[in-house]
């Protein structure tokens, strides 16, 4: 069934949370992978860092998250997100990047069927991901991990994660995530139908 026969009430919203390098890539490439649309909460967050005209660095992203948080609250990013997720004509939409309770309310609130799944690893195996993968925003050394780590804490994230519906432990291979993802999507998909 195409999203654009389905009503507000038969679509699954589902949140991905956890700290940066936990996983929540992998998990949202198992859903793009099964067909369904990912919308990004860091790419919103990056592309308003370039459109202030700021390079996509670890210190500029994480300022204008802050920033966007500071002058349009504490949801603001998920205000940007849910009018994108729900123009989407898909029975089922993930949402990535979750930062924050505040966030975690303003999509249980706004969405039907949101549900939150929180990808955990611990700091080591984060930052061994985040070195090897090299993206503009991601850490060079462990300073920089832990700033960032604190900066994401200090806008709630720990409160996000403690709210999620599931928790995937990540400290496998990732062909374990993705197999831990996919049956809990697919679980998600055959409650909701």
């Known amino acids: 069934m195409d999203g654009s026969t389905l009503n507000r009430d038969e679509r699954i919203f589902i949140g991905i949370t956890g700290m940066p390098g936990s996983g929540k890539t992998t998990a949202s490439d198992v859903v793009r992978e099964m067909g369904y649309p990912i919308v990004s909460m860091g790419d919103i967050i990056r592309a308003e860092t370039e459109r202030r005209g700021l390079e996509p660095n670890p210190e500029n992203v994480g300022r204008v998250m802050l920033m966007l948080r500071e002058e349009e609250g504490a949801e603001a990013v998920a205000r940007r997100v ?8 898909s029975r089922l939409v993930l949402i990535e990047g979750i930062r924050s309770l505040h966030e975690v309310e303003e999509f249980r609130r706004r969405l039907p ?31 920089v991990f832990m700033e ?17 519906d599931f928790m995937l432990v990540n400290e496998g291979t990732r062909d374990q995530l993705r197999r831990n993802m996919r049956r809990l999507v697919e679980m998600l998909l055959k409650e909701g139908s």
């Open 113 to 143: 069927n949101f549900r939150l799944i929180a990808i955990h690893a611990s700091p080591r195996t984060r930052f061994r991901r985040l070195y090897m993968r090299g993206r503009s925003d991601d850490p060079k050394n462990w300073n």
């Open 148 to 164: 960032r780590d604190m900066r994401e804490l200090s806008v709630g994230l720990g409160d996000a994660i403690a709210m999620a």
């Open 82 to 89: 849910i009018p994108k997720a729900l123009s989407l004509q």
